[in-house]
Antibody, heavy 118, light 110 residues
Framework: QVYLVESGGGVVQPGTSLRLSCATSGFSFRTYGMHWVRQAPGKGLEWVATVGFNGDNMWYGDSVQGRFTISRDTSQNTLYLQMNNLRAEDTAIYYC????????????WGQGTLVTVS | QSALTQPASVSGSPGQTIAISCSGASSDIVDYKYVSWYQQHSGKAPKLVIYGVNNRPSGVSVRFSGSRSGDTASLIISGLQPEDEADYYCISYTGSRTWVFGGGTKLTVL
């Protein structure tokens, strides 16, 4: 059973920083790419960032490029999202998700953690 | 990275068949084999129901299928059931390790 459990959300002021974590279990974390996807209240899904299975390559959506950093710790089976210079429009539920290897999509999702910038 | 286009809402009665469309610019959908669909019930995480245009993950009902016609991908739900009422999102890999979602479609089972 694949488990993805996000933490670290909360209420922060504009311009500040926050780091989200995603603890994983039930699969070989070191062999999968991982994603962060967010959903603003009452809105649709937005792809945020992706990290390759070995952590050497990262890709970002235009709205977070230069402010957010995705990373992973294979020894802890944990995914991270460092968010700097937060804006009101970053308010959303942030989901950790696993890459569906070879299919160029996402298969499993966590339950999400809410970030409110206000 | 503009969102893919989906209808805002679709409705149907139990037992009916409905289709939800998803379209985008050629720069967003580089190949329709990369289009997938998610179901999201209110307050819950999304769940993959179709990938690679028309492949079902293990455990997903055979009532869910996908298709592609021209520049449009579609999610088809046959034998509509009350538990199918949810939001549905398409996603496409755009190339260069970036992805884009559709705006979402609210399915109402009448």
């Amino acid at each position: 059973q694949v488990y993805l459990v996000e933490s670290g959300g909360g209420v922060v002021q504009p311009g500040t920083s926050l780091r989200l974590s995603c603890a994983t279990s039930g699969f070989s974390f070191r062999t999968y790419g991982m994603h962060w996807v967010r959903q603003a209240p009452g809105k649709g899904l937005e792809w945020v960032a992706t990290v390759g299975f070995n952590g050497d390559n990262m890709w970002y959506g235009d709205s977070v490029q230069g402010r957010f950093t995705i990373s992973r710790d294979t020894s802890q089976n944990t995914l991270y999202l460092q968010m700097n210079n937060l804006r009101a429009e970053d308010t959303a539920i942030y989901y950790c998700a696993r890459d569906f290897t070879g299919q160029w999509t996402i298969d499993y999702w966590g339950q999400g953690t809410l970030v409110t910038v206000s | 990275q503009s969102a893919l286009t989906q209808p805002a809402s679709v409705s149907g009665s139990p037992g009916q068949t409905i289709a939800i469309s998803c379209s985008g610019a050629s720069s967003d959908i580089v190949d329709y084999k990369y289009v997938s669909w998610y179901q999201q019930h209110s307050g819950k995480a999304p769940k993959l129901v179709i990938y690679g245009v028309n492949n079902r993950p293990s455990g997903v009902s055979v009532r869910f299928s996908g298709s592609r016609s021209g520049d449009t991908a579609s999610l088809i739900i046959s034998g509509l059931q009350p538990e199918d009422e949810a939001d549905y999102y398409c996603i496409s890999y755009t190339g260069s390790r970036t992805w884009v979602f559709g705006g979402g479609t609210k399915l109402t089972v009448l």
